[in-house]
């Protein structure tokens, strides 16, 4: 009796305090669940829903062949190609030589890294179209302009091309994109222990020589999952060659996201426009594998 007296006192309290537990996660489940539904339910109206009612427009058969027969498709998925290969590993090779300047601790060099990260910092449409009034070919565009009086010469239609315009959408591209890549890239090489290069020093290692053995081995998987991105972005971006070429001359400039873009608006046409961004997905999805596999199995150094 001794020992059912003193064990009851005990064991009541222990209820009650599971019970108290219980109650309390019934209440943050309840909390969890008020404060996810709004997320989801925005999740799924604005990147669910779009996503399956596109795949859906895209889903007739019937739009391939017309897609492949157009002669404005074949040449537009050619320059995106060029372009997002071309401007995309333009882009990542400056911005991993630019991080190695902008790591000098140097007081100039701190503001000129503030002066050099301003394009990233302005809006897209403005910053292009800026670019496509200096490029225009009379004399009222600021690059024919200067060589002409500077020079006496006369500059080239930029826009009368379809390649030159082209490289103009990459040129812009690039100025826009590459200070943020510097960024990132000089985010890595900061977390590079300086021991490294001090027993580099040590050993008689010149510059060539660390950027070879010690710089581009530790920074090979931020680059790399970095380009990866970049390059999954670069193909669904329209504004570069929206607002600087405009396609010229003739749509012979165009890639896959602004012809898409006129498929849908101009030629009224949304199921091929969804044809024409779902023709990507071959060259996407392989992508986007390797970037999840490739954040997976390494450690991004930051």
Same mark, same amino acid.
């Given at each position: 009796m001794t020992d059912l007296a003193i064990r009851r006192p005990i064991a009541a309290p222990r209820r009650r305090r599971m019970g108290r537990h219980?109650?309390?996660?019934? /209440?943050?489940? %309840?909390? /969890?669940?008020?404060? %996810? %539904?709004?997320?989801a339910a925005v999740f799924i109206t604005f990147v669910i829903y779009p996503m399956a009612y596109g795949l859906w427009m895209g889903s007739n058969p019937s739009l391939y062949p017309e897609l492949f027969a157009d002669p404005r498709y074949i040449r537009a998925a050619v320059n995106t190609l060029l372009f997002v290969a071309i401007a995309v590993n333009v882009k990542m090779f400056l911005a991993l030589l630019l991080s190695g300047f902008f790591a000098r601790r140097r007081p100039w060099i701190k503001v000129l890294?503030?002066?050099?990260? !301003?394009?990233?910092? !302005?809006?897209a449409v403005p910053a292009y179209l800026s670019f496509h009034w200096m490029m225009v070919a009379d004399h009222m565009g600021l690059l024919n302009g200067l060589l002409l009086a500077l020079f006496g010469i006369t500059g080239p239609g930029w826009f009368h091309e379809g390649w030159l315009a082209l490289l103009c959408d990459g040129v812009a591209y690039v100025w826009k994109w590459m200070p943020l890549w510097t960024l990132i890239l000089l985010a890595g090489r900061m977390a590079i222990p300086q021991?490294?290069?001090e027993a580099a020093d040590v050993d008689g290692a010149g510059g060539y020589r660390r950027f070879v053995h010690i710089t581009v081995p530790l920074l090979a998987n931020l680059y790399l999952i970095s380009t990866l991105i970049s390059t999954v972005w670069t193909i669904g971006d329209y504004t570069p060659v929206y607002f600087v070429s405009g396609g010229a001359p003739a749509m012979t400039s165009e890639v896959i996201s602004t012809l898409s873009f006129h498929y849908a608006l101009d030629y009224a046409n949304p199921q091929l426009a969804v044809a024409a961004g779902l023709s990507m997905l071959p060259l996407l999805i392989p992508l986007v594998i390797l970037l999840m596999r490739r954040l997976q199995r390494t450690e991004v150094p930051l």
């Open positions: 219980r109650y309390l996660r019934r /209440s943050d489940l %309840v909390w /969890s669940i008020a404060f %996810v %539904v709004p997320y890294l503030v002066i050099y990260i !301003l394009p990233w910092t !302005l809006p021991d490294l290069y």
